[in-house]
T-cell receptor, first 112, second 113 residues
Framework: DTGVSQDPRHKITKRGQNVTFRCDPI?????LYWYRQTLGQGPEFLTYFQNEAQLEKSRLLSDRFSAERPKGSFSTLEIQRTEQGDSAMYLC??????????FGPGTRLTVL | GENVEQHPSTLSVQEGDSAVIKCTYSDSASNYFPWYKQELGKRPQLIIDIRSNVGEKKDQRIAVTLNKTAKHFSLHITETQPEDSAVYFCAASAMDSSYKLIFGSGTRLLVRP
């Protein structure tokens, strides 16, 4: 499969625990995005990487959230001290330059 | 701030009829407008997009129109089929450094056989 992949697909955690998600973009894509989608809403932008540089972060991204793309390939999104309000689908997307963004299948997070 | 409004939130049509979904955007710097289809439990998938130097684009049964003056763009689906049933999202993106997508809240389309 040469599309965007995400792992895990589902994560259930208890409030206060830390979680980490991984995204593997399409190999030649230099841009990588993280979005969050709650039920019945459109995806909301969280952060953006061009190669390994994190160039923009939404104000939705509190200091409990951190993202990395260490070698300009895969990316990780970590949420520390999870809260129930963090429950959502976390979507990763990649693109080459300013072309179409291809989305991954998402990681569904449930915080109990 | 940047905002995209989408209407209607739900749309039910008879198979074979046309469906129209409308969006307005607030950021006058927006210049790229994709439409995504999301089936239940699946990832959003691009169905058509338009850039600001074009007023209309068509791909088989799907067309998108853009009115930059009014900051308005619309998706038109003709000869709807049951497999068109899904949630459709419009989005807008500005030619800044990120090209992040600002999404509308979605339209749930139901095509009745």
């Amino acid at each position: 499969d040469t599309g965007v992949s995400q792992d895990p697909r589902h994560k259930i955690t208890k409030r206060g625990q830390n979680v980490t998600f991984r995204c593997d973009p399409i190999s030649e894509h230099n841009r990588l995005y993280w979005y969050r989608q709650t039920l019945g809403q459109g995806p909301e932008f969280l952060t953006y990487f061009q190669n390994e540089a994190q160039l923009e972060k939404s104000r939705l991204l509190s200091d409990r959230f951190s993202a990395e793309r260490p070698k300009g390939s895969f990316s990780t999104l970590e949420i520390q001290r999870t809260e129930q309000g963090d429950s959502a689908m976390y979507l990763c997307a990649s693109s080459f330059s300013h072309n179409e963004q291809f989305f991954g299948p998402g990681t569904r997070l449930t915080v109990l | 701030g940047e905002n995209v409004e989408q209407h209607p939130s739900t749309l039910s049509v008879q198979e074979g009829d046309s469906a129209v979904i409308k969006c307005t955007y607030s950021d006058s710097a927006s210049n790229y407008f994709p439409w995504y289809k999301q089936e239940l439990g699946k990832r959003p998938q691009l169905i058509i997009d338009i850039r600001s130097n074009v007023g209309e684009k068509k791909d088989q049964r799907i067309a998108v129109t853009l009115n930059k003056t009014a900051k308005h763009f619309s998706l038109h689906i003709t000869e709807t089929q049951p497999e068109d049933s899904a949630v459709y999202f419009c989005a807008a993106s500005a030619m800044d450094s990120s090209y992040k997508l600002i999404f509308g809240s979605g339209t749930r389309l139901l095509v009745r056989p």
